[in-house]
């Protein structure tokens, strides 16, 4: 595919966009209930909280795959956009996504890649950056408290909750930003792409 013939993946973005709000959503709740099942046991019960993570887990399955679908696109069209800028392959894009650990800091780097490619006439890189750099913390640091909740604070800690779901939200409302960003300059770099015309003689598509 060239540049030319390429898209903004802007039904992609709307659809992450949705789903990376619900899953925060989704994960609010999540907690709020793990904790009332954790100090009221008769009240909220172990059921109640069990339905409510099956719902968790199939509202953020979609927004990952979902989100995974956009990254893949937005990957493609920034190689397209600034050939060689953007490292590795498509599928390499995804996974490093999915690796336990490594993915508490390569996808940074990869997004980065994909915001600097897409449009790569803009300056002020640091400046640029901030963006990304304060979501990806948000995104982290609300793991780390979620995990110092659960084996400090036993699932009942108001203040590590209050921090952990902070930060959460954060994260999901920067990632709807990232997401609107890139592919608005996707949008905007593919649409300034001059077509190739056909060579003298050859039929032109109608």
Known sequence: MTASAAQAPWLLARCAQFAVAAAAGVELVRALTARAHLLHPATTT????????MIFVNVMTAAIVLFLLWFARCWRNA???SPGAV?????WAVVAWLIPVMNLWVPHGLVLDVQRA???GRADEGRENVLVNVWW?????HATLSLAAMNLGGGTSLPLLVASEGLDLLAAVLAIAVIQRITARQAAGLRSVTPVPAPAGLPHAS
């Open 137 to 141: 913390a948000a995104w982290v640091g």
């Open 118 to 120: 897409s449009d790569p």
């Open 79 to 81: 190689g397209l956009l």
């Open 87 to 91: 490292r590795g392959s498509v599928a």
């Open 46 to 53: 172990a059921s109640d909280f069990g339905r409510v993570s």
